[in-house]
């Protein structure tokens, strides 16, 4: 009888161990919070990170918080963010500095708090980070520059709308198509390029003075969302969508329907729900003391008008 009576206390004992364990690891992952902090907040690029973000913290039971500036241009915002994350003495932060440069001064005293960093998006410049997760944006505007190549027969002329100096992404993004245009499509001239800067309203009027400047034009290329929705709008403006080429990068409704229409030929387009996800997850599995990739691959895709009927890219795109 006596033995039994053994096995069931030992069970016993084991279940409240486990129990305990359970209970710890629900209040740990509980009181962990976690920061994310995008570019900005207005754009739908921001808002598909943000449900990538609080998916990957709803499946760990971790409480995101979400802060940004409204502007990408917004430098003092965002480090003013920063330092309240701090103050706030939250677990982890994902950041998307909206400066390779300026933001580092914050990122390194993220750093010497012991809170895990990971960069997302946009790259800086120092190592003291966990991990940076985003698109290869170097392959992006390569694979822009051979999509032009390809429509326009290697030959013509073609003008650039630049983002914003400092931003990592875009000037990779820049950088790629210009140096692929360069080195594969030696009969496509770029003639002129210009920085549209952070808003549609200053593309558009960067872009109508490039077009006013080359009359006499093959192509044009937009590198992020805001530089090809101010480059469509100016186009149409002038009466030469459809005329001049228009190879874009990221995706939102207006440029979705611009492609439908065929006014632009293509868009390389991100997963920044990915971004989001997997920003939080490396957090989360820094603080779990698991090993973590410096770089994460989050994906890009050529979309032209034929691939919007495929699932994958219906799923990228949040398209019904």
Request: charged share 25%; net charge positive.
């Amino acid at each position: 009888m006596k033995k039994p009576l053994v096995v069931i206390a030992l069970v016993a004992i084991a279940v409240v161990f486990v129990m305990i364990g359970l209970v710890r690891k629900g209040k740990i992952a509980a009181e962990r919070r976690i920061a994310v902090i995008p570019k900005a907040t207005t754009h739908f690029f921001w808002q598909s990170v943000r449900a990538g973000a609080e998916k990957a913290g709803a499946e760990a039971g971790v409480e995101i918080f979400w802060n940004g500036p409204e502007r990408e241009s917004d430098r003092e915002k965002q480090i003013q963010i920063v330092e309240d994350f701090i103050a706030l003495k939250v677990s982890g932060i994902v950041l998307a500095p909206n400066d390779s440069k300026a933001l580092v001064p914050s990122v390194e005293k993220i750093y010497a708090r012991n809170i895990p960093c990971v960069i997302i998006d946009s790259g800086i410049d120092t190592e003291r980070i966990v991990s940076f997760a985003a698109t290869d944006n170097y392959k992006g505007g390569e694979i822009a520059a051979r999509r032009m190549g390809e429509i326009l027969g290697g030959k013509g002329k073609i003008i650039v709308v630049k983002y914003m100096p400092g931003s990592a992404s875009t000037t990779n993004r820049e950088n790629g198509f210009i140096d692929t245009i360069k080195k594969k499509f030696p009969e496509i001239k770029i003639v002129d390029t210009k920085y549209g800067m952070d808003t549609r309203e200053t593309a558009l009027q960067v872009t109508e003075d490039l077009l006013t400047r080359n009359t006499e034009l093959d192509g044009l290329y937009a590198c992020n969302a805001s530089t090809s929705a101010g480059a469509l709008s100016a186009l149409g403006s002038q009466g030469r969508a459809g005329e001049i080429k228009m190879v874009g990068f990221d995706a939102d409704q207006m440029l979705v329907d611009g492609l439908k229409a065929g006014v632009i030929d293509s868009l390389v387009v991100q997963n920044p729900y990915k971004m989001g996800y997997e920003g939080v997850r490396a957090v989360i599995a820094k603080l779990d003391g698991k090993e973590v990739p410096k770089r994460i691959d989050t994906g890009v895709e050529l979309v032209t008008k034929e691939r919007l009927a495929e699932a994958k890219i219906k799923d990228l795109l949040n398209l019904q």
